[in-house]
């Protein structure tokens, strides 16, 4: 999962970023309202940290042009105005979430969560797919009911496929949710963490669609 | 505070009413001595007349007897202490006088050949004028003195009747002047009773200054308050932004600080420091929105329905997890006059507060209750024990230091609720949990 953070304050920002990658996420940070706005604007984030008060370009309007757009990715809004008409300006603008400054930062990643969950369509906290189940609020992965240990890039393509199971994810899109924008995506590294995944979760849990990508899907019972 | 002056009116009025009561006087004093004075006048030449009648009617007899021919024809010189008297005294001592006098004599002045006019106090001790003089008789022994006197009661009993009129004809002037003063100075006050309730409008917070037009004597005055109102209003609003950007400046590094905090082992006396730091910022950035906040663009009217809607959809994202049925029934008629941003505060600290407490369920409803409007927020969570809900009711803003989980919020409502003149009351919902009533007037 991919997510922006746009905060204009840099020890904050950098903060937010360490929680969120400690969290299992990859993560982009934009430090004024133009940059954040460009960045949600062309790439797809599954979910949005966004300040309010932005150097060039405040972030009630960076959120209006977002869904104006129709990028619809969730967006938590993290500021320190808390007054409830405040409140309300945000949520008209098309927030999803709201946090007033200053907030405990476990509460940022499960609130982020819970939002890209039930972005995927998820209203139950824990995602299961055969053996394989991810409780989403605690950021854990079990298989037949054990602790899996998962390094944090593992973690990201199954957590990514499990918010979408049975459908096909292309290796691009899987590239895109689950690496930041540094990374350098002509690598084949997907296809060897694809690899230790299989080994550790069962090879017939991950198919590789040819020239279309990956799906995740339950094996059928023998 | 020194002494209260008189009122503008009351100086007005006296000062109109003392000069006229003294105008009034003096006019009527002249007017009743010239009268009297042209009646006695008139009187007096009455009494020549016929002292003159009398003069020529005076003959000596040849046996030396004096004998007045053609008397006076007026009876009342025949009937017995009539008040009018005539008396002839010749030097020999012979005298001859009035029926009327009856064996009286009247004493007589030294006189000589012109009329003298004095008064004297008559046989019934009545006051009167007379007109005595000395004349010769062609063939006489010398000079004669001739009296005539007449009664002054009837010259009194005129300027009394005329005293009377004149009294009653200038008090009936002197009232209807005192009623001209008052309604003019009524009417010419009228500006700055005007400016009186103007600014009783502005102390109560229904308006933010003085308006409509002043007439040009009093209207420098009301642009001046004006202009004070202004620079009143600009300064608090001025000082609430500073307190507020100093609160909100302020809020980042302390989340900064948090968070390195979180990154950092044994720090629990400084995240002690730090919630204690957040919970005053909140505070007092609460507490001065809502004091500055107060009175100021009064009249307002907004429909509270929209508001609950927006916080209601507001909340349900915010408590999506907990899968919450927060229902708002409010009619489009349910009007708040005040800021809409104070209704927001209150209806979104009240509603979500329930959504915290809340199993399932959480109500919203209002009616509007004469020019005000009830709002009543419910849950189905434990509500509070009766005791708690008496001293909420009792002390208001100490709710929140005695229950958890209230955290700020109620502390801003009391102080918004207080702020706009509303209550706030505390009881059990039949949804099984809290019901808070909200009256705002």
């Given at each position: 999962?991919?997510?922006?953070?746009?905060?204009?304050?840099?020890?904050?920002?950098?903060?937010?970023?360490?929680?969120?990658?400690?969290?299992?996420?990859?993560?982009?940070?934009?430090?004024?309202?133009?940059?954040?706005?460009?960045?949600?604007?062309?790439?797809?984030?599954?979910?949005?940290?966004?300040?309010?008060?932005?150097?060039?370009?405040?972030?009630?309007?960076?959120?209006?042009?977002?869904?104006?757009?129709?990028?619809?990715?969730?967006?938590?809004?993290?500021?320190?105005?808390?007054?409830?008409?405040?409140?309300?300006?945000?949520?008209?603008?098309?927030?999803?979430?709201?946090?007033?400054?200053?907030?405990?930062?476990?509460?940022?990643?499960?609130?982020?969560?819970?939002?890209?969950?039930?972005?995927?369509?998820?209203?139950?906290?824990?995602?299961?797919?055969?053996?394989?189940?991810?409780?989403?609020?605690?950021?854990?992965?079990?298989?037949?009911?054990?602790?899996?240990?998962?390094?944090?890039?593992?973690?990201?393509?199954?957590?990514?496929?499990?918010?979408?199971?049975?459908?096909?994810?292309?290796?691009?899109?899987?590239?895109?949710?689950?690496?930041?924008?540094?990374?350098?995506?002509?690598?084949?590294?997907?296809?060897?963490?694809?690899?230790?995944?299989?080994?550790?979760?069962?090879?017939?849990?991950?198919?590789?669609?040819?020239?279309?990508?990956?799906?995740?899907?339950?094996?059928?019972?023998? | 505070?020194?002494?209260?002056?008189?009122?503008?009116?009351?100086?007005?009025?006296?000062?109109?009413?003392?000069?006229?009561?003294?105008?009034?006087?003096?006019?009527?004093?002249?007017?009743?001595?010239?009268?009297?004075?042209?009646?006695?006048?008139?009187?007096?030449?009455?009494?020549?007349?016929?002292?003159?009648?009398?003069?020529?009617?005076?003959?000596?007899?040849?046996?030396?007897?004096?004998?007045?021919?053609?008397?006076?024809?007026?009876?009342?010189?025949?009937?017995?202490?009539?008040?009018?008297?005539?008396?002839?005294?010749?030097?020999?001592?012979?005298?001859?006088?009035?029926?009327?006098?009856?064996?009286?004599?009247?004493?007589?002045?030294?006189?000589?050949?012109?009329?003298?006019?004095?008064?004297?106090?008559?046989?019934?001790?009545?006051?009167?004028?007379?007109?005595?003089?000395?004349?010769?008789?062609?063939?006489?022994?010398?000079?004669?003195?001739?009296?005539?006197?007449?009664?002054?009661?009837?010259?009194?009993?005129?300027?009394?009747?005329?005293?009377?009129?004149?009294?009653?004809?200038?008090?009936?002037?002197?009232?209807?002047?005192?009623?001209?003063?008052?309604?003019?100075?009524?009417?010419?006050?009228?500006?700055?009773?005007?400016?009186?309730?103007?600014?009783?409008?502005?102390?109560?917070?229904?308006?933010?200054?003085?308006?409509?037009?002043?007439?040009?004597?009093?209207?420098?005055?009301?642009?001046?308050?004006?202009?004070?109102?202004?620079?009143?209003?600009?300064?608090?609003?001025?000082?609430?932004?500073?307190?507020?950007?100093?609160?909100?400046?302020?809020?980042?590094?302390l989340?900064?600080i948090g968070?390195e905090m979180a990154?950092t082992p044994d720090a629990g006396v400084i995240k002690t420091q730090l919630d204690a730091m957040r919970r005053?910022?909140?505070?007092?950035?609460?507490?001065?929105?809502?004091?500055?906040?107060?009175?100021?663009?009064?009249?307002?009217?907004?429909?509270?329905?929209?508001?609950?809607?927006?916080?209601?959809?507001?909340?349900?994202?915010?408590?999506?997890?907990?899968?919450?049925?927060?229902?708002?029934?409010?009619?489009?008629?349910?009007?708040?006059?005040?800021?809409?941003?104070?209704?927001?505060?209150?209806?979104?600290?009240?509603?979500?507060?329930?959504?915290?407490?809340?199993?399932?369920?959480?109500?919203?409803?209002?009616?509007?209750?004469?020019?005000?409007?009830?709002?009543?927020?419910?849950?189905?969570?434990?509500?509070?024990?009766?005791?708690?809900?008496?001293?909420?009711?009792?002390?208001?803003?100490?709710?929140?230091?005695?229950?958890?989980?209230?955290?700020?919020?109620?502390?801003?409502?009391?102080?918004?609720?207080?702020?706009?003149?509303?209550?706030?009351?505390?009881?059990?919902?039949?949804?099984?949990?809290?019901?808070?009533?909200?009256?705002?007037?």
């Amino acid at each position: 999962m991919r997510i922006l953070i746009v905060e204009d304050e840099p020890a904050l920002a950098f903060r937010l970023q360490q929680a969120l990658e400690a969290a299992g996420f990859a993560v982009d940070t934009a430090y004024d309202g133009e940059n954040g706005w460009h960045l949600g604007d062309t790439e797809p984030y599954d979910a949005a940290v966004l300040d309010l008060g932005l150097p060039k370009l405040d972030g009630i309007s960076v959120l209006s042009r977002w869904r104006e757009a129709g990028r619809d990715l969730p967006v938590l809004i993290l500021t320190a105005r808390g007054r409830w008409s405040e409140k309300m300006q945000g949520f008209n603008a098309g927030a999803d979430d709201y946090v007033t400054k200053p907030f405990e930062m476990d509460e940022i990643v499960y609130r982020l969560r819970a939002l890209i969950r039930r972005a995927s369509g998820h209203s139950q906290p824990e995602l299961a797919c055969g053996p394989v189940r991810l409780d989403t609020n605690g950021g854990r992965v079990s298989l037949d009911g054990q602790p899996l240990q998962l390094t944090a890039q593992e973690f990201r393509i199954l957590s990514y496929l499990m918010h979408h199971p049975g459908k096909v994810v292309s290796r691009t899109e899987l590239m895109e949710h689950v690496y930041d924008r540094n990374f350098d995506s002509d690598s084949n590294v997907l296809e060897v963490m694809i690899g230790r995944l299989r080994k550790k979760i069962g090879a017939e849990m991950i198919q590789t669609v040819r020239g279309q990508g990956y799906v995740l899907s339950a094996p059928e019972a023998p | 505070m020194s002494r209260p002056l008189p009122s503008l009116s009351g100086r007005l009025v006296a000062a109109a009413l003392l000069w006229m009561l003294a105008l009034l006087l003096i006019g009527g004093a002249v007017l009743a001595w010239a009268f009297r004075d042209s009646v006695e006048r008139e009187f007096g030449q009455r009494l020549d007349a016929m002292l003159r009648a009398i003069i020529a009617g005076t003959e000596v007899m040849p046996d030396g007897a004096l004998v007045v021919n053609r008397p006076l024809g007026d009876p009342r010189f025949d009937q017995i202490y009539s008040g009018w008297y005539w008396q002839v005294s010749s030097p020999g001592g012979r005298l001859l006088r009035s029926r009327s006098l009856w064996d009286q004599t009247l004493t007589t002045m030294p006189g000589g050949d012109e009329v003298f006019f004095h008064q004297h106090q008559g046989p019934k001790g009545e006051n009167l004028l007379v007109a005595e003089r000395d004349f010769l008789l062609p063939d006489g022994d010398g000079r004669v003195h001739v009296l005539i006197a007449a009664d002054l009661a009837e010259v009194a009993a005129g300027a009394r009747r005329f005293n009377l009129l004149l009294a009653s004809a200038l008090g009936l002037l002197g009232l209807g002047m005192a009623v001209a003063v008052l309604i003019q100075v009524r009417y010419g006050l009228g500006p700055l009773r005007r400016m009186m309730a103007d600014l009783d409008a502005v102390g109560q917070g229904e308006r933010p200054r003085l308006s409509g037009a002043y007439p040009r004597e009093v209207a420098p005055l009301a642009a001046a308050m004006n202009a004070v109102l202004d620079k009143d209003a600009e300064l608090i609003e001025r000082a609430r932004t500073h307190v507020g950007n100093l609160a909100h400046g302020l809020k980042t590094p302390l989340a900064v600080i948090g968070a390195e905090m979180a990154a950092t082992p044994d720090a629990g006396v400084i995240k002690t420091q730090l919630d204690a730091m957040r919970r005053l910022i909140e505070h007092h950035l609460g507490r001065a929105a809502a004091v500055a906040g107060a009175g100021r663009n009064p009249g307002e009217r907004v429909a509270v329905a929209p508001v609950a809607s927006d916080i209601a959809a507001a909340l349900a994202k915010i408590f999506a997890e907990r899968g919450l049925d927060v229902r708002v029934t409010v009619p489009d008629a349910a009007c708040f006059h005040g800021h809409a941003e104070d209704l927001a505060e209150m209806l979104g600290n009240l509603m979500e507060n329930a959504c915290k407490w809340a199993r399932r369920r959480v109500r919203v409803s209002a009616e509007g209750v004469g020019d005000g409007v009830v709002i009543v927020v419910e849950d189905d969570g434990p509500g509070l024990s009766p005791q708690q809900a008496a001293s909420a009711a009792g002390r208001g803003k100490r709710l929140d230091e005695m229950t958890e989980g209230w955290g700020l919020g109620l502390s801003i409502v009391a102080d918004l609720v207080a702020v706009n003149g509303g209550t706030l009351d505390f009881g059990t919902s039949d949804l099984g949990g809290l019901a808070v009533r909200l009256h705002l007037p």
